[in-house]
């Protein structure tokens, strides 16, 4: 009895989720050329970042209601321009990656937007719709894989693991547009804000585990590499690497998990907004104000 009991169970729950899944619309998203605004430059993205994040880089789903026009009339005029389509205008690859960070993070908080803001979870098929962008059909998904071809190219793993979005895995969302002049600097800031959020990098006392977030797990040999190239071959944890480039405050955070084993963090679905209840391993639940 307790054996079909079980069986039901499985069953019902696949069918609820199947059925939450089945009710998000899954289609390319399409922008209204009315909503384009008149303003020059990244004027209504700076509006939007402004308004609907939060100094902890979080997205204020009712703020961006109110600057929905405005966000989606940004995304209009980058949808027609970008690195392959108008490369002249992105003669540097500071220039290049500040463009695709505006780009990740603004169509982040549209689809979440899209999805309706849920307080909890958002259906993975949500985040995975594509969008016009730099004169193609793109998704969040091939732009995090250009910023992990960038971070290869380059040597830095931080621009793919500092990649931002409105969902729990990514780097926190920004107040301002990156620009040319301030990518680098502001990489260091935000990694840093990353590595401090245990929201999104979770150290995980009960079980001893340092949970990376999927796009910095995916650098890791990177992450190795250059600690090996600066301090010589040794023996070296992804934990004390990762510690090398942080400022002070974040390394006391990892210095407290330093003997933890280092995990993938399975890939989470939650959407970062004020208020909501956080749950994960190793914690009681709360609220985050």
């Not at 922008?31 to 609907?52: H, I, K, R, W, Y």
């Not at 009712?62 to 600057?67: I, M």
């Not at 090398?244 to 955070?253: N, V």
């Not at 963090?265 to 709360?286: C, D, E, H, N, W």
């Amino acid at each position: 009895m307790n054996g079909m009991f079980g069986r039901v169970m499985v069953v019902s729950i696949a069918l609820f989720v199947v059925g939450c899944e089945a009710g998000v619309d899954t289609g390319p998203v399409r922008l209204d050329p009315a909503c384009e605004l008149t303003t020059d430059g990244t004027a209504d993205l700076s509006a939007v970042f402004t308004e609907a994040v939060d100094k902890r880089g979080r997205l204020v789903p009712d703020a961006l209601a109110r600057v929905r026009s405005r966000l989606d009339g940004q995304l209009l005029k980058m949808s027609r321009y970008g690195p392959t389509t108008t490369p002249n205008l992105f003669s540097t690859d500071s220039a290049r990656l500040a463009w695709w960070y505006n780009a990740r993070a603004a169509w982040s908080m549209k689809l979440a937007d899209l999805a309706g803001c849920p307080r909890r979870n958002c259906p993975t098929a949500a985040r995975a719709r594509t969008f016009p962008l730099d004169g193609r059909e793109m998704s969040l998904e091939k732009i995090d894989s250009i910023l992990l071809g960038e971070a290869r190219r380059s040597g830095d793993f931080r621009i793919a693991a500092c990649a931002p979005g409105a969902w729990v895995d990514y780097a926190p969302l920004p107040q301002k547009p990156f620009t040319e002049e301030d990518f680098s600097d502001r990489l260091s800031v935000s990694f840093n804000l990353f590595a401090l959020d245990d929201q999104r990098f979770v150290i995980d006392v009960e079980r001893r585990q340092v949970r990376i977030p999927p796009m910095l797990w995916s650098c890791r040999d990177m992450v190795i590499s250059w600690y090996l190239r600066r301090y010589g071959p040794c023996e070296v944890s992804l934990t004390t690497a990762l510690r090398s480039h942080l400022d002070r405050l974040a390394q006391r955070r990892l210095d407290n998990a330093l003997g933890y084993a280092a995990v993938r963090q399975a890939a989470r679905t939650g959407l970062v907004i004020p208020g909501r209840k956080i749950f994960y391993p190793g914690s009681i639940g709360r609220v985050e104000p």
